[in-house]
């Protein structure tokens, strides 16, 4: 399984994107069935949960620094993967990787996802 993110770029405090994160491959239906996340990295540091979303998207879970501003979501018919971020703050700025879980709830730990795509970079300027 490949995942692809995409929708980074460069914005000013308070400003908004959505990212989105696209499975291909020839065991990507099975994605449709296992939890997914977002972490982002910045460079020297640890990647960190951000959001995730269990297989049918009835559950999500948030990191306490994004709640009320980021939601995920997905579509399983097409295998996407969505972060809608609002209100966006410069601690925000971090590469964003999506990541498909071993289990159909997924969770926050890192240990708990076996697929990580490269990432998209999100700069949030003060």
């Known amino acids: 399984v490949q995942l692809q993110a995409s929708g980074g770029g460069s914005v000013q405090a308070g400003g908004s994107l959505r990212l989105s994160c696209a499975a291909s491959?020839?065991?990507?239906?099975?994605?449709?069935?296992?939890?997914m996340a977002w972490f982002r990295q910045d460079p020297g540091k640890e990647r960190e949960f951000v959001a995730g979303?269990?297989?049918?998207?009835?559950?999500?879970t948030y990191a306490d620094s994004v709640k009320g501003r980021f939601t995920i979501s997905r579509d399983r018919m097409k295998h996407m993967v969505y972060l809608q971020m609002n209100s966006l703050r410069p601690e925000d700025t971090a590469r964003y990787l999506c990541?498909?879980?071993?289990?159909?709830?997924?969770?926050?730990?890192?240990?708990?996802?076996?697929?990580w795509g490269q990432g998209t970079l999100v700069t949030v300027s003060s």
């Open positions: 491959g020839r065991t990507m239906s099975t994605i449709s069935n296992n939890g």
């Open positions: 979303i269990n297989w049918n998207g009835a559950t999500t």
């Open positions: 990541a498909a879980a071993r289990s159909a709830s997924g969770g926050s730990s890192r240990r708990a996802y076996n697929y």
